[in-house]
Every structure is written in structure tokens, then in C-alpha cells.
């Protein structure tokens, strides 16, 4: 059996690669009203996002 680091998450799915991007300032305040709205996170927002943009570019 493989030891654990104390406090890692248990998950199905990691999120092992971190994006970091550039934004001007209205980008970033329409990403947080659209979080704040949902009540998710930035980077959930931004995972839903670019699912639904894969789903459009499928079809």
C-alpha cells in the first residue's frame, strides 16, 4: 500500500495541471459575477466553460 501525503483529497477525477491566464479587468469581474451567480468556483467556471465549448466544436 502507497502512503498518503497528509491532506491529500480523494477524488476520481485530480487536477493535477494548473492554467494561468491573463485577463483584463472586465473579463476577470464578469468571471467572478458568473461565480458568484452559480456559487462555484473560478476554476469550476472556467472547466464548465470550456466543456461547452469542446461540446460546440463536436457537433
Excluded at 495541471?17 to 467572478?32: A, E, P
Aim: hydrophobic share 30%.
Amino acid at each position: 500500500m502507497v502512503a498518503m501525503k497528509k491532506g491529500t483529497k480523494l477524488t476520481n477525477n485530480p487536477k493535477d495541471y494548473m492554467l494561468r491566464v491573463r485577463m483584463d479587468k472586465q473579463t476577470l469581474v464578469k468571471l467572478d459575477k458568473v461565480c458568484e451567480s452559480k456559487n462555484i468556483s473560478r476554476s469550476e467556471t472556467v472547466r464548465q466553460g470550456i466543456e461547452e465549448m469542446y461540446q460546440k466544436t463536436k457537433k
